[in-house]
């Protein structure tokens, strides 16, 4: 009877799949067999690769830090150079408006000279300039000297902390220098040295001195350093040719003055030679006493050409 009889399990009615064989036979195949073999085996890095991509990943660290520190270190360069040139322009700025500024009388040309005086010995050049201005550059807002004529004194010297700095001092222009007990005050410590040359229009070129203190020359280069940056060597120098407007109508009055006084001694001189030729003063005997006019002795009469 069908009915109440066990079926016998047939081992070859379930089918193993295809992937379960082929890890079987790959792992019988390797001389590895049991159940673990049937496990999937794990994706990973060998130890060679990962070194590999540590030292490429370093490298990339490396030129990206060393981008970022050269790029910083510019900017801080760049910073500091716009910083100088910021106060050395200021400097510029404010000497370039005084020299502009210059006044110059010739009744009076020991009160209005411009005086230079060169000095070299030290890192930078210092020397000192003075000469009588009308503007108003480097004095105090609250100066009683801003409202009219003063002498300015442009120098290097160090200030109270033992710095050198921009020395400005400003004096009545009708005063001895000598005499006024004003103190100097300081303007600026990024500028360290300060040089002033003349331009002698007789030769042609660039003279370090000014003989010439009861006049003013028509034109002046005046040069601003200030120290190197990190790195460099060579220190930031600032130079400007400043033409003095008052020089060369100076120059012109002067010669004015000069063919006035001329044209004066050659008319006195006229007159004093007609007045001797009325009074009989050029040799002539106006007597007729003895029978004659006499010839008294002969008299040099100067010949002046105009």
Known sequence: M???RCLPFRPHAVRPSKALVLRQVDCFANGAGGPRCARPRRAGFTLLELLIALTIMSMAMTVVVATFVATLKGWQKGSALLDELHHGDFVMEQLVSALRSTAFFPNAPEKYGFWLEDDAGGRYP???ISFVTSGTAFLPTDSLLANGLHRLEFTIADNDDGDPAVSIRAVPHLM????????PWFVSTTVKGFECRTYNMED???????????AVPSLVEVTLYMDPLEGDTEPVV???????????VVANAVQFREDDAEDEAIAEQDREAGEAAERGELGLDQGQGGGG??????????VISQ
Request: no cysteine; net charge negative; glycine share 8%.
């Open 2 to 4: 069908r009915h109440g």
């Open 126 to 128: 210092t020397d000192f």
């Open 176 to 183: 001895n220098p000598e005499d006024f007990e004003g103190e």
């Open 204 to 214: 042609e070129d660039w003279e370090y001195d000014w003989e010439d203190t009861n």
């Open 238 to 248: 600032l130079s400007r040719v400043v033409e003095i407007p008052v020089a060369p």
């Open 293 to 302: 006019a006499g010839l008294g002795e002969p008299v040099m009469v100067p």
